[in-house]
């Protein structure tokens, strides 16, 4: 089976992720390390560590983007504006930034969309581009009187208005609790990825985050028409595209571990 797409499309759909709540110094920097040696579209980071990073990636072709509102979108609105605004003026020209969730399920249309709007003005002043996150492990029943899809769809004609350059599953931290007590997720699913990719016009991208964790999953997510990929297991990914790659050059049959979307964590 002839590789697809090139080793430089998938690596550059990978926002490498850096997020984890017990992230040291040292993590960063060797996060960012693997990201400049893999050379991945970007590290997706913290506020705090926006500008270490920037430094880190300097000449690499690495962005650095930067989270807002992150985990939850629980911040008001001024605060996601000006930590946009710190993060911007740190270097980052990414933003991957929450809804807040819990208005959207109330049916609070107008404040989500001048949440969103405050965000992707500010970014847009910096000439950076901005990333919606919607959690959609928190709207499997949909909600404000809409099914599960008909919600989605609607979040996503309204970050188009409000300017959002990409529209994204999930933070990789959107835990449910689950009948026996314990809390889990799914991230990104191909039914999600599908429906966001046709709800949005084509100036609007799709991000998957969450539950992609091998090669046959980015695959899927690039045949889906997802364009960007939050990922902690890059390094995986890509050395199995170039073992790939370098089976097929030997003459060897190529096959897929029969991996694919939402099967683990972020």
Known sequence: MTMKYTYEELAKMIDHSLLHPTMTDADLEEGCRVAAQYGVASVCIKPYAARRAVELLRGTGVKVGCVIGFPHGN???ESKRYETE???RDGAVEIDMVI???KALGGDWDYVERDVKAVCDEAH???AQVKVIFENDYLTKGGAGLGSDDFKRKLCQLCERAGADWVK??????????ADGSYNYKGATEHDLALMRASCSPKVQVKAAGGVR?????IKVRDLGGTRCGATATAAMLDEYRRREAAEKAGQQVAGQGGGIGAGGY
Do not use: E, R
């Open 86 to 88: 710190l993060a911007c």
């Open 169 to 178: 599953t999930s933070t990789g931290y959107g835990f449910v609790k689950q």
């Open 214 to 218: 091998d090669l046959d999953g980015l």
């Open 75 to 77: 911040s008001c609105t």
């Open 100 to 102: 807040n969730i819990g």
């Open 125 to 127: 002043k910096h000439s």
